[in-house]
């Protein structure tokens, strides 16, 4: 089993930024992907960007050049750094964690983007 929680969501103006936080616990050996995903109420949950246990990342087309993914192995720690937010990237945002059988996910942290 593993256990992710995220932090780091919150109210932030159009062009501003946020950092996001998930931090894994468990079985976090097993683990060969982790990324963050968003949902907005009654669409489907869509892969924001994703990194591989050898580091490889991808991104969503949309968020491309404004959000990076990242982590701290030292801290069992994945980051999503946002930058240039727009109204259109409000959303809760989860973390997600995979190995060869499972699939993991936080609770998910809101992310609104106003003026």
């Known amino acids: 089993q593993v256990q992710l929680v995220e932090s780091g969501g919150g109210l932030v103006q159009p062009g501003g930024s946020l950092r996001l936080s998930c931090a894994a616990s468990g079985s976090i050996v097993s683990v060969n992907v982790m990324g963050w995903y968003r949902q907005a109420p009654g669409k489907q949950r869509e892969l924001v960007a994703a990194m591989t246990g050898a580091g490889s990342a991808i991104y969503a087309d949309s968020v491309k050049g404004r959000f990076t993914i990242s982590r701290d192995d030292a801290k069992s720690t994945l980051y999503l750094e946002m930058n240039g937010l727009k109204v259109g990237d409000t959303d809760v945002y989860y973390c997600?964690?995979?190995?060869?059988?499972?699939?993991?996910w936080g609770q998910g942290t809101q992310v609104i983007v106003s003026s």
């Open positions: 997600h964690a995979g190995d060869y059988s499972n699939d993991y």
